[in-house]
């Protein structure tokens, strides 16, 4: 790129340089942060939702430290299966599996059958079953559940473990978890890999999607293994009472679910995962969509509450000293865990084990599970050394003849599963009630605010205004006083998805033309906004700020809901200020801030006109378009079994609501007629498409004025 010395410096003055036309720099606008009592404004939301969260672990800690008994235990189990099922979703109904063999590898010692099963109808899964041929069947059994490792079955490490079992007089099964393998769900034949290129992208592309129709993609991922589990414990060579469980990563994560959900399962070792939400959201945060349940911090859940559910049965914990999942958190998960089998007197029943290396099921966690498996399933030590193992290829071990369920066999996608799904919803007519509730929005009369300066704008006066949305949350603002005359003027509450600054040439075109603006940035947006991302870096690209939005539904908030309080509250401030017309209040929401702007109009019913610019035209939309980009803050789990944007529009006390540059998931601009179809032909609604020479007071003035 030769011209990227001169192309980019020029970029970075246009985001950084804000106002500059009018006088104001980025600075001025962004006045608050890092200047108000020593500390970061953007880091607030953060301290906020941990904060939440660790009331929550608090709170639960002393719950656990109570079981004392098998009974106390038991209820504990009851209670950690009902709020896992009920964040995921009711489970499919078993239906036929319907499992062939399509080929065999013979080593000698053992076989390799390539398989391939129907977890539900037409939803393929393929997998490697490794069956001892030496000994006397029927074999204690391991259940394997994948790691997001290149090679998904085929990955080296994980046929060690296999072969090395097989070796060993156990049955293994493993298969491809959706996005890996040959079970890639958003297969691009052009580019003759996923469309979005890594399996945890795809797990939290469609995990998103799983979300708004109540579900989470763990529910397609838990339902696989237990499957799995059923075509495992059917084969003649299996002794059904001698089934284990161990996996690595994400291998690890579902080792623990599944051990948490399906009492077939004697013994688990999950590798390198279970760590503790504290130690999580002090370091890596939460990652991709399977491993993140709603609500799992509200409900008075933790890592350690998977080896409770398993309890007292033998559990060993793998970790890795220099993993990126704390050891620190994996010890403490261990000392709650061991505390409750002692309490029972099972100590001898729970172990772990670590090693000085990184993440992954390297040799001395392997080690480690060879004995613990054997010690409890075969009823004797194993202190040998790992045997030889012959690696695959990858393609020697496919189930399907082109390496890939979408061309070799078709069926069903988590998409469309999750399409049917969202078809079998039957809501009824939405009411402000039952949204406030739903959200748990909650308004408030008064807010209190103060000033921080003023500056001067052309034909305004602008001052820097910082209110207290709730405890522990500050929302800087600005507010643009026209010049004129006294009396009555147009009140506008104004959000920008980036920022008051990145909106204060349209906040200043509108008081120009006489409105009394507040522009503000509403929690985790403009100079609110968190400081990094802890993940790869498509994931800002796709997914916005998805560490803030994932934390606030493990807490159970979502981020539209509480802008939308942020949003409300700043009615408050707007209306005290002297001129404030409560009869011609407006409230504008564009791009990232226009979700929030719309739930607050719906639920505070102060609101009189409407402007929404390159909102995403419909949940439901996001759930049926292949990919989405940049949705993550506003999905609200669930929010398609109670309604959709269309009906908040409805729900508004707004005379007119002008859509200005309707988005499709990916943000393209989509034709009128689309946009009206999508809002029923609601009258009070005015579909607009931005032209090179409007401004906001073109686009906008008319609400107030009465000419929309």
Not at 315 to 324: E, G, K, Q
Request: with cysteine; net charge neutral.
């Amino acid at each position: 790129m030769p011209h990227a010395p001169f192309f980019v410096p020029i970029l970075l003055a246009s985001l950084l340089w804000a106002g500059a036309a009018s006088g104001q720099t980025a600075g001025e606008l962004n006045f608050l942060a890092g200047q108000v009592d020593g500390r970061e404004l953007n880091l607030e939301l953060k301290k906020y939702l941990r904060a939440k969260a660790e009331a929550s672990l608090a709170e639960r800690r002393r719950r656990v430290a109570a079981i004392g008994s098998q009974s106390d235990l038991d209820v504990r189990r009851r209670y950690i299966r009902e709020k896992i099922l009920a964040s995921i979703g009711t489970l499919p109904q078993r239906t036929p599996l319907n499992a062939k063999i399509t080929g065999t590898v013979d080593r000698g010692d053992y076989r390799i059958e390539k398989l391939v099963f129907e977890s539900q109808p037409s939803f393929y899964v393929t997998a490697n079953l490794y069956v001892p041929q030496r000994g006397k069947a029927p074999y204690p059994a391991v259940l394997f559940p994948l790691g997001h490792e290149a090679g998904a079955k085929a990955h080296t490490a994980w046929q060690y473990v296999l072969v090395s079992f097989a070796k060993k007089g156990f049955v293994g099964l493993a298969w491809d978890t959706i996005g890996q393998g040959e079970r890639v769900q958003m297969w691009d034949p052009d580019m003759g890999e996923s469309k979005v290129v890594r399996s945890t992208t795809e797990h939290t592309m469609q995990g998103l999607q799983c979300l708004l129709v109540g579900d989470a993609l763990a529910r397609y991922t838990i339902w696989d293994g237990i499957r799995a589990l059923d075509y495992l414990a059917s084969r003649p060579e299996v002794d059904a009472e001698r089934i284990g469980v161990t996996g690595n990563s994400g291998g690890g994560t579902h080792t623990a679910y599944l051990g948490a959900l399906d009492d077939r399962l004697k013994i688990a070792a999950p590798s390198c995962y279970l760590t503790g939400y504290e130690r999580l959201l002090d370091t890596i945060g939460p990652q991709d969509a399977e491993q993140c349940m709603t609500n799992f911090l509200s409900d008075g859940l933790d890592h350690a509450d998977f080896v409770l559910a398993f309890a007292p049965k033998p559990y060993r914990v793998l970790a890795a000293i220099r993993d990126f999942f704390s050891i620190a958190g994996a010890r403490d998960v261990y000392a709650e865990a061991k505390a409750v089998y002692e309490r029972l007197g099972a100590g001898d029943k729970v172990a772990m084990t670590e090693a000085d290396d990184g993440h992954g099921f390297t040799l001395p966690r392997r080690l480690a599970a060879y004995d613990w498996f054997s010690r409890w399933l075969l009823g004797k030590e194993d202190s040998a050394p790992e045997p030889e193992v012959t690696i695959a290829a990858e393609d020697e071990l496919w189930a399907t003849t082109s390496g890939q369920v979408a061309t070799s066999l078709g069926g069903e996608t988590v998409a469309t599963l999750n399409q049917a799904r969202l078809a079998g919803i039957r809501r009824g007519a939405a009411t402000r009630e039952i949204v406030g509730r739903f959200l748990g929005y909650q308004a408030a009369e008064k807010t209190a605010w103060r000033t921080h300066g003023t500056l001067e704008g052309k034909g305004c006066r602008i001052q820097k205004i910082v209110y207290e949305s709730e405890p522990g949350i500050r929302i800087p603002a600005l507010l643009y006083v026209p010049e004129g005359p006294a009396g009555k003027k147009p009140a506008v509450v104004y959000a920008h998805g980036r920022g008051k600054a990145a909106g204060h040439e349209e906040a200043l075109a509108l008081a120009q033309r006489g409105a009394l603006v507040l522009s503000l940035d509403a929690r985790g947006l403009g100079e609110t906004r968190a400081a990094g991302e802890r993940y790869g870096s498509d994931w800002p690209r796709l997914f916005g700020d998805f560490e803030s939005a994932m934390t606030a539904m493990l807490t159970g908030k979502t981020l539209a809901a509480m802008r939308a309080e942020d949003i409300s509250r700043g009615v408050n401030v707007l209306l005290e200020q002297s001129g404030a017309d409560p009869d011609r209040l407006t409230g504008i929401g564009r791009e990232g801030a226009a979700v929030a702007m719309l739930h607050a109009a719906a639920l505070d019913g102060r609101f009189k006109r409407l402007g929404l610019e390159r909102m995403v035209v419909s949940y439901e939309s996001i759930v049926k378009h292949a990919l989405h980009r940049q949705v993550a803050e506003d999905v609200i789990p669930g929010v398609l079994r109670h309604y959709d944007l269309p009906d908040l529009v409805r729900l508004t006390e707004a005379a007119g609501v002008a859509v200005v540059d309707a988005v499709n998931p990916v943000g393209q601009v989509l034709p009128l007629a689309e946009v009206t179809r999508a809002y029923g032909g609601e009258a009070k609604l005015r579909a607009v498409r931005r032209k090179p020479a409007d401004t906001a007071a073109s686009l906008y003035a008319g609400l107030w004025e009465g000419r929309q």
